[in-house]
């Protein structure tokens, strides 16, 4: 029999001998094959107990009409891709259904007072995560249910309904689709560039507090195949984890943990501080959080901005330890929205930004529009103070590293890449092209092509005397000072930076033509090298004059 006809078969025997439960068949079968898997979860055992009867699976597993005992590896992965395609159909289809969490557990209170249980909250419940599995071990499966009203309320399975079963089925897939559709919706290329990027050690250890469905550990084990890592995941609902599951599955992958909670609001029971190697995710875009959620613990930058992605990269910062990394995928507002200038001005000061990665406007389309980029934060980088800026497989830019003071004297603490990695070959064509200048032949003054500093350590000298002394810093604010004056004249500069902080590409000890890189109406201004170097920062270049 193939393999579509097993899976009508089970279909049709389901819904004639659990009619109330016909609508999530897909559901419970995937819970079934689960159990079979090569990877041997026992889900019935305890995990999705808010989900599905586990009885019933039980009596799936056990059913002559639907054998999955004798069924192949290749079989169980191959059926649970498309039974994952079923109750995510299933899902949206809920979804439309508005339906509201309080009306749907005070219903069932009113009709199954056995089964759902209203309690208060002195009421003798396990609070963590320890003692919930130690009771669900021993075959006290309950969950405690919060409806949309705050009243909480006590499930005992043992007495709940084929109806009522159905029922908090459809509640839970209809709530927790979002995650599974952001998932879905982000493009494998993203996933593909995050593996790449995190780089990890044969061995590391490596948390991801946004499982989604299993994107990132899937590719992770695609890019790394040789390694054993220690994958560490966190999936916001009880209906996400069921698909991560079965999506490992499918795709023959393998955890070590994984646990469905609340990544931020339920950091107080789950997140452990300097434990992993590396923390890796794709961070919601646009969540608000209501800080009275939040723990005061371990939420200090970000605890009164309101926003995930400062929290969520908070959190996964103090969870990496004393050598460890993030990266993450991330919306551009988290690089220059007014809300977020102290939370990046810290992360400045504290020295954690290893690097920004600006990737293709459009690689979130047709989903999204949102300009994206990937932040690295690392807590034992290579080079002290220095940001790499770079695009991914973008001919615009180049890869440019940048002083972090540099960074912190800007107000809004700015870092988009766009605005400081380098546009060489577009900006060096605009500035040789245009005629507005009063050097009229300034191809012939400079050095063509200056490469617009990524050659500079060629031209600077490392032996120029008062290395410590401090360094006249030229940005275009002060290029703009000048007014009519064509010379640099370095002594009325009253910006200056540390010499034993500069960058060599950045320092000038030869006769320049400085430009600017923001908009052409600004003249280009002359340096003549006297024995006195300068600083420019990463929007001025400086092209190295010809001997004449």
Wanted: charged fraction near 25%; glycine fraction near 4%; proline fraction near 4%.
């Amino acid at each position: 029999m193939k393999l579509e006809e097993k899976i009508a078969t089970y279909f049709k025997h389901f819904s004639e001998e659990f009619p109330d439960l016909k609508d999530v068949a897909s559901l419970y079968l995937l819970t079934a094959l689960l159990h079979f898997s090569p990877r041997k979860f026992h889900i019935i055992d305890w995990s999705f107990s808010f989900l599905v009867d586990t009885t019933i699976v039980a009596k799936i597993i056990d059913s002559r009409w639907f054998d999955l005992k004798y069924w192949t590896s290749s079989e169980i992965r191959q059926t649970s891709q498309m039974l994952m395609a079923h109750c995510i159909a299933d899902a949206i289809r809920f979804s439309k259904l508005n339906l509201n969490s309080s009306d749907t557990i005070h219903q069932l209170h009113n009709r199954e007072p056995e089964a759902v249980l209203l309690i208060d909250e002195t009421s003798n419940i396990p609070k963590t995560f320890d003692e919930v599995l130690t009771d669900l071990k021993a075959g006290n499966r309950y969950v405690i249910l919060t409806s949309g009203d705050g009243l909480k309320y006590q499930l005992h399975h043992q007495n709940l309904s084929e109806k009522g079963f159905a029922e908090l089925a459809k509640l839970e897939m209809s709530f927790g689709v979002d995650p599974v559709l952001r998932d879905l919706k982000t493009p494998q290329e993203l996933y593909k560039i995050l593996a790449e990027v995190c780089n990890p050690q044969p061995d590391s250890k490596i948390d991801i507090p946004y499982g989604g469905i299993g994107s990132i550990p899937i590719e992770l084990n695609k890019t790394y195949p040789d390694h054993n890592l220690v994958t560490l995941c966190n999936t916001e609902n009880s209906f996400a984890e069921m698909l991560f599951q079965a999506n490992l599955v499918a795709n023959d992958c393998n955890i070590n943990l994984l646990i469905s909670s609340n990544f931020l609001e339920d950091a107080e029971d789950y997140h452990y501080e300097n434990s992993a190697d590396i923390a890796i995710a794709v961070l919601p875009f646009k969540k608000q959080i209501d800080k009275r959620n939040l723990s005061d613990n371990l939420f200090k930058d970000s605890l009164n901005l309101a926003n995930s992605q400062y929290a969520s990269t908070e959190l996964m910062l103090s969870g990496v330890n004393d050598t460890g990394k993030v990266v993450a995928a991330i919306s551009d507002h988290f690089l220059f929205s007014k809300q977020g200038v102290n939370f990046r001005r810290n992360l400045l000061l504290n020295d954690s930004i290893e690097r920004i990665i600006s990737l293709p406007k459009d690689i979130l389309r047709p989903h999204s529009s949102i300009k994206s980029s990937i932040i690295v934060l690392n807590k034992s980088k290579s080079q002290k103070g220095i940001i790499i800026f770079d695009g991914y497989n973008d001919a615009n830019y180049q890869e440019t590293l940048i002083n972090s003071d540099e960074l912190l004297s800007s107000a809004q603490c700015d870092l988009r890449a766009s605005r400081y990695a380098v546009r060489e070959v577009k900006e060096l064509r605009n500035i040789l092209a245009h005629t507005q200048y009063p050097i009229k032949k300034i191809k012939e003054l400079v050095v063509s092509p200056p490469n617009l500093g990524k050659n500079y350590p060629q031209y600077v000298t490392t032996n120029s005397n008062g290395s410590n002394d401090k360094v006249p810093f030229i940005r275009v604010s002060e290029l703009s000072k000048i007014g009519e004056a064509f010379d640099l004249d370095i002594s009325k500069i009253e910006r200056k930076i540390s010499r034993e902080k500069v960058p060599q590409k950045q320092l000038i000890d030869f006769d320049a033509v400085l430009v600017n890189l923001i908009g052409n109406k600004l003249k280009p201004t002359y340096f003549k090298f006297e024995g006195k170097p300068i600083v420019i920062g990463s929007d001025v270049i400086a092209l190295k004059m010809n001997k004449i």
